[in-house]
């Protein structure tokens, strides 16, 4: 079946659709956004109908513009899942669908310059705010929890009271959402814990709701009822850069953790499952490990001749 520029209404239900589907409120806002921008793009061009070839006219549009690798190629994602809809509903027929399926746009690998701490950083980052004041108390707490758990931003900004937990005998972080909606349950190191107990007392009387971690006025009354990702990201980069004079990402502590960890013996899979990652190979390049001939896998093995 066709689609013309008249159904644009029909297609913003299916916005509603296919985002109010994702529980994670960082990809439900992302897909609304990309989808948004696409039918306001589609709807202003008066296009005649919607197929692969308007879609790949819309990805050129986007580079033309000078948007990002990435954020053509999230879009992509978000417009596969549109089309995988409509063509559940009728909407478009087998082929259109199957053609859209066929436009590649790969995220381009490696060109991000990647940062990792080592472990004297990270120490010096979390003693240099060994200091009583409430925001301090609270940003030591926020970097432990990404450098010693590999959070997320926006999986930190969501965490709540009831998610810290006890399993096997230690303090976990239960049912953590993360992309994709998948869900996991993270250990929390002893010295990342000290802080966040830490935090939690100082912040008893303060705390405007259940999240744990909130933002903070300059007179130390507690603000909004959870801390946004980009204070976060604020947060870290100011940090860094006054305690180790160079900027640090919060992605970047999440890289920390994983090399780190994976250096001092973490087993591989078991950090992929602590960094909530479907393919290993993702968390192979969090490691940003250089091959090491010094010190061969075959020299493990003990075969006498």
Same mark, same amino acid.
């Given at each position: 079946m066709e689609t013309t520029s008249e159904t644009v209404p029909a297609l913003r239900e299916m916005v509603n659709s296919v985002t109010n589907r994702l529980q994670n409120q960082n990809s439900r806002q992302s897909y609304r956004s990309a989808l948004e921008k696409f039918l306001a793009w589609y709807s202003a061009a008066g296009h005649a109908a919607l197929d692969a070839a308007i879609v790949r006219e819309y990805l050129l549009y =986007?580079?033309? &513009?000078?948007?990002? %690798?990435?954020?053509?190629?999230?879009?992509?994602?978000?417009?596969r899942q549109l089309f995988k809809d409509l063509r559940r509903l009728g909407t478009i027929n087998e082929k259109t669908y199957r053609d859209l399926l066929e436009i590649r746009f790969r995220r381009p690998r490696g060109q991000r310059l990647r940062t990792w701490l080592t472990l004297a950083e990270v120490q010096e980052l979390l003693q240099g705010l060994l200091r009583d004041r409430i925001h301090d108390v609270r940003d030591r707490a926020i970097l432990a929890l990404l450098a010693g758990c590999g959070l997320r931003r926006f999986e930190l900004c969501g965490l709540r009271l009831e998610q810290m937990q006890e399993a096997q005998g230690r303090l976990?972080?239960?049912?953590?959402?993360?992309?994709?909606?998948?869900?996991?349950?993270?250990?929390?190191?002893?010295?990342?814990?000290?802080?966040?107990?830490?935090? =939690?007392?100082? &912040?008893?009387?303060? %705390?405007?709701?259940?999240f744990i971690f909130f933002s903070i006025r300059r007179n130390g009354t507690p603000g909004s009822a959870s801390i946004t990702p980009q204070a976060v990201r604020d947060i870290?980069?100011?940090?860094?850069?006054?305690?180790?004079?160079?900027?640090?990402?919060?992605?970047?502590?999440?890289?920390?953790?994983?090399?780190l960890a994976y250096k001092a013996g973490a087993d591989l899979r078991q950090v992929q499952l602590s960094l909530g990652h479907s393919s290993i190979r993702t968390t192979e390049i969090y490691l940003g490990l250089d091959q090491d001939f010094a010190s061969a896998p075959g020299d493990l093995l003990e075969i006498s001749l």
């Open positions: =986007l580079e033309n &513009s000078g948007k990002a %690798r990435g954020t053509i190629a999230t879009t992509l994602s978000v417009l976990v972080i239960a049912n953590i959402r993360g992309k994709g909606d998948r869900q996991r349950t993270v250990a929390v190191p002893t010295w990342a814990g000290k802080c966040l107990e830490e935090w =939690l007392a100082a &912040s008893a009387e303060l %705390r405007p709701g259940a870290v980069a100011r940090h860094s850069r006054e305690l180790l004079g160079k900027q640090v990402l919060p992605h970047d502590l999440r890289r920390t953790y994983a090399q």
